[in-house]
Each structure stands twice: as structure tokens, then as C-alpha cells.
């Protein structure tokens, strides 16, 4: 019997959601509490048959072409825009991520994160905690409706469309941007495609739902903040940065906006002494969107299972780069 396939892992997964999926290789977990491909990991890259990695563990060009008989890049996670896509479709391998299982726990996050912003939940339940609940005050913590308002939900994918789907049960108007024309969609949900200029003027409250691209870099900056109503809110459990981070503290600062809820932040981790954490106006959580018991589980086997096929040979059941196939 020839010898077991090496496989790096940057983060070890509970025993019981690994199983004995992974018995069959030699799996080189990173030292305990690091992050990335660290020293360990590095020095088996020459042997690596399999990379099983998490969302902020950068995967660039340099570690790909060190890993000579590299077959797989498994990413716990949807996106992927901590590897290099295109070094790894030149290189011929393919690359696993959890599209779909996590729809359902993002889009509820991200209503949840609108609610306690639109409704000052942090700031009321600190009160309360402090004592500064003296009597019931009829103009104390007043918070915005949603309830014809206009809601405005910038990339309707997947997560884009099930936010839609929950909100619409809260009365807004509903608009959207889509790279592409989502006519059925739009009448399903009784919203209007609109471009993103529009839907920034127009909305009450903003929910990013892109990918992180070259494209969505950067794309709520200072201009995009100027033209934002001073009364919106913005969400953000997408990818830190969507938005300008420095752009955003001073939009905050100065009531450009009235608020954010952010899931994710750039960078990320974000420090506890970030200009952010000191605005009561911004709520943040710790990258949280897909944190749920049965999500989380659902994403780490479809992680193993792309990471199995693609040791194995076999294409992998969620792929996300697809044209790795065609090209060798
Ligand atoms: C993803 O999978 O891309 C999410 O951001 C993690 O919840």
C-alpha cells in the first residue's frame, strides 16, 4: 500500500463532523491558535494533495505553485475570495465551497442586524442593564419604521433574495440592483430592479448581498455615502470591503447615514480599539452570518465532500471554478 495523501488544514473540525471522513489521508492541521498556511503547513506543501481552508485564510499564487501535487482547494465557505480562482484554473485545480446551505442563516442574520439597528436594540438593552430605565418614556429610544419605507437590496443572489423574501413580510418597497435583469424575480417579490445610483438616493435602508470582486471593491465609498439619504442604514453582511471602512466611520461620524449594522468589516478581525467600535450609531458582529448549529455542520461535510472528490479525482460536488474542468 503506497503512502496515505497529505492533506493541510488550517483549522481542525469537531470530531463529530469530520467522522472518519479523512482517515484514509495524512491530515497536517496548522499549530494550534494560528491562522493561514502557517510554518507547519508550509514546510508539507511540497507533499500537500488537498488544502481544507477557512474564509480569511489567504490562498494566493506563490502557496499554488509550491504545492506541486496540489489537486484541491476546500474552502469552508461560499466565497472564496481568499484564493487566487484563476491561479488555481491555470494550475488545473479545482476549487470546493458551501454555496445554498447557508441562505437561509445569512439572510436571517441580516434581518436580525436591521432590526436591532433600526430599533436601537443595543443601545435600549444597555440602558435598561444600567439603570437608565427610570420610567417609560414616550420619546426614549425611538427607532425607524420599516413598514413603508424603502428597503434596497444590492445584489440579489441567493442570500439578496431571501433577505427580500423575510423584509417584504415588514411592508417596505422593495428595490434591488443585479448585474442582470431579474424580471421574474422582481414580480415574485413585488420589488423593482433599479440601478445602484437610484437605489442609494432612494432607500431607507441598504443590505449588501455582492460578492466580493475588483468590481465590488470599494463600491459604497465617499460618493456613494454623499448620496445616501442622512437617515439610511446600512448592512453589511456580505464582505467588509464592499465598503470603504475609513469612508464609513466618517459618514457615521458626521450623520451621513444614521447607522450600520456590520457582519463583516475590513479589516477583519476588527480591533477592539477601531474607530467603529466607539460609535453607538454602528453595531457589529463577528462574521456570524452562517453561525448556526445545523448551517455550520451542512457547510463543514460539503467541505469534506469537495475536498474527498477532488483528492479522489472525482469533479467536485460544489465547485467554484467550474471551467477548471474544461480547461484540462
Ligand atoms: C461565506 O460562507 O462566504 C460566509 O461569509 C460565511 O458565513
Not at 435598561?128 to 434596497?152: E, F, I, Q
Request: glycine share 8%.
Amino acid at each position: 500500500m503506497g503512502e496515505k495523501a497529505v492533506v493541510l488544514m488550517t483549522h481542525e473540525l469537531p470530531e463529530e463532523w469530520q467522522g472518519d471522513t479523512l482517515n484514509e489521508y495524512q491530515v497536517v492541521l496548522a499549530e494550534g491558535g494560528q491562522k493561514g498556511i502557517t510554518a507547519r503547513l508550509r514546510d508539507r506543501l511540497a507533499d500537500a494533495s488537498g488544502i481544507f481552508c477557512l474564509l480569511d485564510d489567504p490562498i494566493p499564487a506563490e502557496i499554488l505553485h509550491n504545492a506541486p501535487k496540489l489537486k484541491v482547494v476546500s474552502n469552508l465557505a461560499a466565497g472564496v475570495d481568499n484564493i487566487d480562482l484563476d491561479a488555481c484554473t491555470e494550475l488545473g485545480i479545482p476549487v470546493g465551497h458551501t454555496p445554498r446551505v447557508l441562505t437561509d442563516g445569512t439572510a436571517d442574520l441580516t434581518l436580525a442586524l436591521l432590526l436591532s439597528v433600526a430599533r436601537q436594540l443595543p443601545k435600549a438593552a444597555e440602558d435598561a442593564r444600567r439603570g437608565r430605565w427610570t420610567s417609560w418614556n414616550p420619546t426614549g429610544w425611538l427607532g425607524a419604521d420599516l413598514k413603508d419605507s424603502t428597503a434596497g437590496i444590492i445584489g440579489l443572489g441567493k442570500i439578496g433574495y431571501a433577505v427580500a423574501q423575510r423584509l417584504s413580510g415588514f411592508g417596505p418597497r422593495l428595490i434591488f440592483t443585479s448585474k442582470h435583469p431579474k424580471p421574474e424575480q422582481a414580480r415574485i417579490l413585488n420589488a423593482q430592479q433599479v440601478s445602484l445610483d437610484e437605489l442609494l438616493r432612494t432607500s431607507d435602508f441598504i443590505c449588501l448581498h455582492t460578492a466580493l470582486t475588483a468590481e465590488t471593491r470599494g463600491m459604497i465609498d465617499k460618493s456613494a455615502f454623499q448620496i445616501m439619504k442622512n437617515s439610511s442604514i446600512l448592512i453589511n453582511a456580505a464582505r467588509g470591503p464592499v465598503v470603504n471602512t475609513d469612508d464609513l466611520v466618517k459618514a457615521l461620524e458626521t450623520g451621513q447615514i444614521r447607522a450600520a449594522g456590520l457582519d463583516v468589516t475590513d479589516p477583519e478581525p476588527l480591533p477592539p480599539d477601531h474607530p467603529l467600535f466607539r460609535l453607538e450609531n454602528c453595531l457589529i458582529t463577528p462574521h456570524i452570518g452562517s453561525a448556526t448549529h445545523q448551517t455550520r455542520r451542512s457547510m463543514a461535510e460539503i467541505a469534506l465532500r469537495n475536498l474527498v472528490a477532488g483528492l479522489t479525482g472525482s469533479p467536485l460536488p460544489h465547485c467554484a471554478n467550474p471551467e477548471v474542468y474544461q480547461s484540462t
